[in-house]
């Protein structure tokens, strides 16, 4: 898709992105703050939104692509209300980590990287955070969850969908 042909909604998201890129076109290399403004705004940053910020800020799209798919921080596809981060580091990969994370992936019905069809959880991987002890480990945002086996991180999922469910 050209650039030219791109049909922006006239939605209040829109219109304060537009705000924001006024407040950053003149100060020196502002694609990372506008992204990260636009993240707010959006949760992700899909391909409409990357477009968008290249025309506006006239920057090439592929620089844009390039800083997006760089730090990950920036995310592409919709990010659900809750992080689960399983361990694929050293420690937790040894003691069965990916089946940790195949079972999860079952049971949410996503791959690596996506969100839950009711939008609860992302599922997402990361290289040990500190809890080797505990391997195979997983966080739920920052709760650490250790010793799991693929049955107990399901149940652990599951467990914690229902608390939340209850509290509200
Ligand atoms: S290797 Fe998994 S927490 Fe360190």
Redesign the pocket.
Known sequence: MECQELHIPDNPQYRELKRIIEEYRNVPGPLIQVLNRAQRIFGYLPREVQLYVSRELNVPLSEVYGVVTFYNFFKTEPVGKHIVNV???????VKG?QRVVDALANELKVEIGQTSQDGFYTLST????????????MMIDDEVY?RLTPGKAVEVIKEFQKNETNQN
């Open positions: 361990c694929l580091g050293t420690a937790c990969h980590a990361a290289r040990c955070f500190g809890a080797c002890g505990l391997a195979p480990a250790g």
